[in-house]
């Protein structure tokens, strides 16, 4: 009889590998479709060349791998048990008296491995390469004199004694400190507009906000243009840097000092909290794709695959997924605590598949 501790390495030697040839594969076609995209629209700004793009797609590809590693995970799991099925490994195995939890054990801790490498070194890299990519696509964007669009930016109101301020822009730059064609709404105590400044640009300085190119809209006079103007504010630059944060271009070990910073200027924390609880749950996410797997792949005869039980775990893996992140949002909103949105999906389907093997297992 083959030792335990041998067999489990070779089960654990033969998932990563397979693993690993997912993920070069996977890599390889998000690179190259992620630079045909950056090309087509990136192609024309001044500055602009092959290598460049070459490298803000390379900076790119963690973040999006990132986001799919659950999906792989299922893939992994049920390919490598299918090959050792049909190789007649997992009936040995079985004859030789091991239970499923035995031989199942190497996958889940392969699976578990690979969520832990994602979240502390797969995603600061993915933070660190996403705001590479964004300062590069931001100076060919200046020298070429195009501003990209954002519906991030929130509409911000300002009020400081009687002057009450609504500025909105379509773009925004350096932590949401530099707008671009901005509008700024000025109102009375009685709530009726006074003002419209409708500006080019508008950059926080200490105190007030630098319009420039300005054209002025009065209620009681004619527009008139001028070539800068200043409206004063007590918003400050790190709380608009908070404010205009993306939560998947933050890095796990930096998430909980913004979330107390984000308090301190008394800023929803709320998907910033699901995006650290979701970063965190995600080994054991992958270990619940892989036992998903395993009840789907482990009955399998050496030649009569049944394609209805491979389609339905792909399926359940599927809609594992999708459910995870529909919560998520519902958690990054605050409909739901984050803690509740992240981690109840995930403790439902690892009782679910643990479950399942339990009744293939015993009956």
Known sequence: MIAAPTLSRYFFKRYMITAIWFFLGVCGIIFLADFSETSRRMGGFVGYTVPGGLLMSALRLPLIFQQTVPTLTLFIGMTTLITLNRRSELVVTRAAGLS??????????????????????????????????????????????????????PWLRQIDGNDDTVIGAKSFEDGGTKLFNVVVFHFDQNGRVTLRQDATTATLENGY???????????????ARVASAQVRTNLKQEFLQESVTKPESVAFFDILRKIEVAKSFGISTKALETQFHSLMSLPLLLVAM????????????RMAQSRSVILGGIVCGFVLYVVSVLVKAFGSSGVVPPFVAVWLPVVVALALGATILLHQEDG
């Open 290 to 301: 892989t036992l998903i797997a395993a009840t789907v792949s482990l009955r399998f005869s």
């Open 100 to 153: 499923v939890w035995q031989f199942v054990l190497p996958f889940v801790a392969g699976a578990f491995l690979i969520g832990v490498v994602t979240t502390v070194i797969v995603n600061p890299i993915a933070a660190w390469g996403q705001d590479f990519a964004t300062n590069l696509e931001s100076d060919w964007r200046k020298a070429s004199n195009a501003s990209k669009p954002s519906n991030f930016l």
């Open 209 to 223: 906000w630098q319009l420039n190119n300005v054209l002025e809209t009065r209620t009681d006079a004619p527009p």
